[in-house]
């Protein structure tokens, strides 16, 4: 059974920075290309970013390009996002999980609230 935690979203001021981590068991993630996804308010879950395996390949949305860093440590099964420049509109559960056809994702983490306040 594949477990996804996400942890590191918080309260921050427009402007600010945040470092979201993804810890992975059950299952390695070393041949697994991974991706971040975001759930808007009243919105449905979007991707945002991935990055593939070996080598590193990263991919962004265009709404998000620019202010995020994407990042895995396969001996740590971690998936990281880095965040700056952040923005109200950025608000949202920020969930992580591997990249492919819907159903073979792995079952969705709790995620990590991200708030930015204006």
């Known amino acids: 059974q594949v477990q996804l935690v996400e942890s590191g979203g918080g309260l921050v001021q427009a402007g600010g920075s945040l470092r979201l981590s993804c810890v992975v068991s059950?299952?390695?993630?070393?041949?697994?290309?991974m991706g971040w996804y975001r759930q808007l308010p009243g919105r449905q879950r979007e991707w945002i970013a991935d990055i593939t395996t070996a080598p590193d390949i990263t991919t962004y949305a265009a709404s998000v390009k620019g202010r995020i860093t994407i990042s895995r440590d396969n001996t740590k099964n971690v998936v990281c996002l880095e965040m700056f420049s952040l923005k109200p509109e950025d608000t949202g559960v920020y969930y992580c999980n591997k990249i492919g056809p819907m159903q073979s994702l792995w079952a969705w983490g709790q995620g990590t609230q991200v708030t930015v306040s204006s």
């Open positions: 059950g299952r390695s993630i070393r041949f697994a290309p």
